[in-house]
T-cell receptor, first 113, second 110 residues
Framework: EAQVTQNPRYLITVTGKKLTVTCSQNMNHEYMSWYRQDPGLGLRQIYYSMNVEVTDKGDVPEGYKVSRKEKRNFPLILESPSPNQTSLYFC????????????FGPGTRLTVT | DAKTTQPNSMESNEEEPVHLPCNHSTISGTDYIHWYRQLPSQGPEYVIHGLTSNVNNRMASLAIAEDRKSSTLILHRATLRDAAVYYCILRDLNNNDMRFGAGTRLTVKP
């Protein structure tokens, strides 16, 4: 089954404790991206990647890092999480042949205390 | 970046058609119009997209104004499962970036 998976689905952590949210897709998509969703603000793009070793900032990249060493994986790294990064995070992917159709993961709900 | 404007919320009765409007007065010639929806507790999912002509698929229809400054997503017969937040998004044909706004929350009443 074609899908985007994220782990963990839920995470509660403390300020300053480094964490990584993994994202993996099995559709051989070149394009992957991370979004955060906050009440009243819709989805905002954090980082995106056009292909392996190619990443770029989205609208709200501060406090986040990403890497794209393999086509299927696109982890989101929070080196020193802060409470304002408490949010619902979505990973998405798409192919160059169908850029209009992004496939989204199920989301990761992160709480930073 | 070109922006979209949608009503915050709309209501519909089950089995009736729903017309969800979107204004995008600053759309450029290379912007595609996309619609996604987000069901409760799920990630967004693709609904439909178009450039200039009206489009139909199994989920919905997309009606695009002749000047392309507005569009309407049409659900022909709303079901309770169509209750979701619907996002109208513009995407430049030269890149994959999508800017989601706040969307329209559709409530479907039985």
């Amino acid at each position: 089954e074609a899908q985007v998976t994220q782990n963990p689905r839920y995470l509660i952590t403390v300020t300053g404790k480094k964490l990584t949210v993994t994202c993996s897709q099995n559709m051989n998509h070149e394009y992957m991206s991370w979004y955060r969703q906050d009440p009243g603000l819709g989805l905002r793009q954090i980082y995106y990647s056009m292909n392996v070793e190619v990443t770029d900032k989205g609208d709200v990249p501060e406090g986040y890092k990403v890497s794209r060493k393999e086509k299927r994986n696109f982890p989101l790294i929070l080196e020193s999480p802060s409470p304002n990064q408490t949010s619902l995070y979505f990973c998405a992917s798409s192919s160059p042949g169908q850029p209009y159709e992004q496939y989204f993961g199920p989301g990761t709900r992160l709480t930073v205390t | 970046d070109a922006k979209t404007t949608q009503p915050n919320s709309m209501e519909s009765n089950e089995e009736e058609p729903v017309h969800l409007p979107c204004n995008h007065s600053t759309i450029s010639g290379t912007d595609y119009i996309h619609w996604y929806r987000q069901l409760p507790s799920q990630g967004p999912e693709y609904v439909i997209h178009g450039l200039t002509s009206n489009v139909n698929n199994r989920m919905a229809s997309l009606a695009i104004a002749e000047d392309r400054k507005s569009s309407t997503l049409i659900l022909h017969r709303a079901t309770l499962r169509d209750a979701a937040v619907y996002y109208c998004i513009l995407r430049d044909l030269n890149n994959n970036d999508m800017r989601f706004g706040a969307g329209t929350r559709l409530t479907v009443k039985p």
